[in-house]
């Protein structure tokens, strides 16, 4: 049975009051452990219309669980998405305090900013490199507002808990050289990164479901069910091609993604 509205509204009120408390709650369905993963998203709409009650605008989305490993590790076939609000995009150079998030992580991407309105159940990787107006290195700011692993139970967070909590997204950083979509065969896009001087983790963009725009096709044809488009001038991320590494107080990161340049986030 699908979760009522006031639920809804419930669930998605303490995942923003834990984000705005800098808190962990319990996990979503460690109370309603039948919640679908429709109910989920539900939630993070709800989420979101409280963020936009705030003046927030809504200025893309972010697309996860591309990577097969992933989606085995969450028992899940299929990607899954977030929101960006104005509020989650952030500058290179001295990024925000590590202590601004719950259990903050961050992952290696690749960033499309559309030119053109983007809809259509029939689309392909090409119908995404026609309307993108460019193509960024970018990294996510991923967090966990419910508990990754429950202190008391040990009990893990479901994909559906994750979805809840807008896909696990908190953040965008862009950085290096921006490049038109066919500049490069963007599956061949590689970066390593370093955490405080050490490489931590490398990957190639062909890792995101063998090309970045893939996901970006996936969510544009989730949202025409829904009779909704990816607008002009959103920025998609498309998918990580690392692991997640961990964030710290104090850490530096390096991002280099050779021909497309490279940028610093420091956590003060």
């Not at 639920?7 to 679908?36: F, K």
């Not at 977030?82 to 290179?92: E, K, N, Q, R, W």
């Not at 026609?130 to 040990?154: C, K, M």
């Not at 808990?161 to 599956?187: K, M, S």
């Amino acid at each position: 049975m699908s979760l009522s509205d006031a639920q809804i509204d419930a669930e998605a009120r303490l995942l923003d009051e834990a984000e705005r408390n800098r808190t962990q709650i319990r996990q979503t369905t460690s109370v309603h452990p039948d919640m679908t993963i429709e109910d989920a998203y539900r939630v993070q709409a709800a989420w979101l219309g409280l963020r936009q009650s705030r003046s927030e605008r809504l200025i893309g989305h972010k697309v996860g669980l591309t990577s097969h490993a992933m989606q085995q590790a969450m028992n899940i076939t299929t990607p899954d998405s977030g929101f960006l609000t104005d509020a989650m995009v952030f500058s290179p150079g001295e990024g925000p305090p590590a202590e601004d998030f719950c259990d903050p992580r961050i992952e290696v991407e690749l960033a499309f900013v559309l030119g053109s309105d983007l809809a259509g159940a029939d689309l392909e990787v090409d119908d995404v490199l026609d309307v993108a107006e460019y193509v960024t290195p970018a990294v996510e700011i991923i967090a966990a507002r419910t508990f990754r692993t429950d202190p008391t139970s040990g009990r893990t967070r479901t994909v559906t808990d994750t979805i809840a909590d807008n896909a696990a997204d908190a953040g965008i950083i862009c950085g290096g050289r921006r490049v038109g979509p066919r500049e490069v065969d963007l599956r061949w896009v590689g970066a390593l990164a370093y955490r405080n001087g050490e490489i931590t983790e490398t990957g190639l963009a062909a890792g995101v479901l063998d090309h970045p725009a893939r996901g970006i096709v996936w969510l544009a044809r989730r949202y025409a069910a829904q009779g909704r488009t990816l607008e002009a001038g959103q920025t998609i991320l498309a998918g990580s091609f690392t692991r997640p590494m961990p964030v710290e107080s104090g850490d530096t990161f390096d991002f280099d993604y050779g021909p497309l340049g490279a940028f610093t986030v420091e956590f003060g």
